[in-house]
């Protein structure tokens, strides 16, 4: 008898959930994954689940869509979420990681399963008639992501996504700077530089003004970045208007200096990046400046005058599929159900959305291999809703990626009281019931 067996390819975070989700199904996995031999413009670790932009996993209340979706994952054995509770840096109300320490965790358990093999080849083509999950990233290497375009008749889609600069702790001037909540929730985790007025009318007209980096490794042929509003940089985001930072990144409301009580006309803050507290990035400040401009302008900030950056902010093109029509809510394609698709290019986005595709993918192509029935979490469920709103949005003719929310949740069939966070709090309570009554389909 024949041993049920599938391919994953590109060990991210979708790749490696997919990979360890159907092992644990005791399915043989054969895992493709390119580095080290080739790295992508990001991409600098020969490790898996790499985390090229925030070492941020966002908010861990359940009145937020991204809370439940990591409490939906946790409660059915995701690797990427044991491994970033194992992991933790302190970040008051949000789920953050030292990232180094998260993809040792998760490289490990990947590489010690015994049902895994792991391959380190660049894959150019897929054959069709093989089971395989397709986790090669938004960063896609040119030829295999040709070879999906022939395949599927697809055009040139993508978008352009930024990461945020990294500051060495001992170079911030704490004289002016000073530790608090982000916004009154949690505890004192992140580090603060107010701005008065003029301060931050100096900043943001550098700012606007400053000098931007060319594409080079990208896509020259793009006369526009398509720039997902999710991970805007900041200088995109000024432009758009003098007031648009001060309701964003740099919003000031619930800031105040913990001894004087003073408050401020603009705050930027910055977030622990190890557990060590050696590094911290500014929150928000996904940029593609060049380096030389970022060290001017962000020099600006009161605080970092003297900062000395550990990485400085990039930006890179991100490449996604025109997934409704394409996609059935599993990640498998419509038209041949031996290929499963998982991570940003399918078009959710963020780290555990990420994870979240994968988990659905690994566990629905172990199911193909066993000759199970595929699983819907349905839209009660933020993992279902982020599948269905992948393969079944209406707008397919302007197909963007997606967070995920609660607009993307079936609503409550009942009136709830207490306003939207009491609303929220009762889809959540409902999408936990539901995981946990799927849990027994689940596991095998």
Known sequence: MTTPHINVIGAGLAGCEAAYQAAQMGVKVTLYEMKPNIY??????????????SNSLRSNELSNAIGVLKEELRALGSLIMESAYAT????????????????????????????IEIVYEEIKEINPDEITVIASGPLTSDPLAEHI??????????????????????????TKAFFASRYNKGDADYINCPMNEAEYKAFYSALIEAKEAELHDFDKESQSLKVFEGCMPVEVMARRGFETLLFG???????????????????????????????????????HLTFAEQKRVFGMIPGLENATFLRYGVM??????????LLDYDYSLKNNGNIYFAGQMTGVEGYIESCSS?????????????????????????????????????????FQPMNANFGIVA?????????????????????LSMIEALKERITI
Do not use: W
């Open 40 to 53: 992508t413009p990001a991409h600098h670790s020969p490790k898996f689940a790499e985390l090229v932009c």
């Open 88 to 115: 933790r840096v302190a970040a008051g109300s949000a789920l953050a990681v030292d990232r180094e320490l998260f993809s040792d965790y998760v490289t490990e358990k990947v590489k010690n399963h015994p049902n």
């Open 149 to 174: 375009r022939e395949a599927l008749g697809l055009g040139n889609l993508h978008f352009f996504d930024a990461a945020a600069p990294i500051i060495d702790f001992e170079s911030i001037d704490m």
């Open 249 to 287: 990144p740099l919003k000031p409301v619930g800031i105040e200096h913990p001894e004087t009580k003073e408050t401020y006309f603009a705050v930027v803050q910055l977030r622990k990046e190890n557990n060590n507290g050696t590094m911290y990035n500014i929150v928000g400040f996904q940029t």
């Open 316 to 325: 890179h093109r991100n490449t996604y599929l025109n997934s409704p029509g």
């Open 358 to 398: 994968g988990f659905v993918a690994g566990i629905n192509a172990a199911r193909r291999a066993l000759g199970l029935e595929k699983i819907d979490f349905t839209d009660k469920t933020v993992i279902g809703a982020l599948s269905h709103y992948v393969s079944g949005s209406t707008i397919s003719s302007n």
């Open 411 to 431: 609503s409550l069939d009942y009136k709830v009281k207490g306003g939207k966070k009491a609303r929220n709090e009762e889809i959540a309570k409902r999408a």
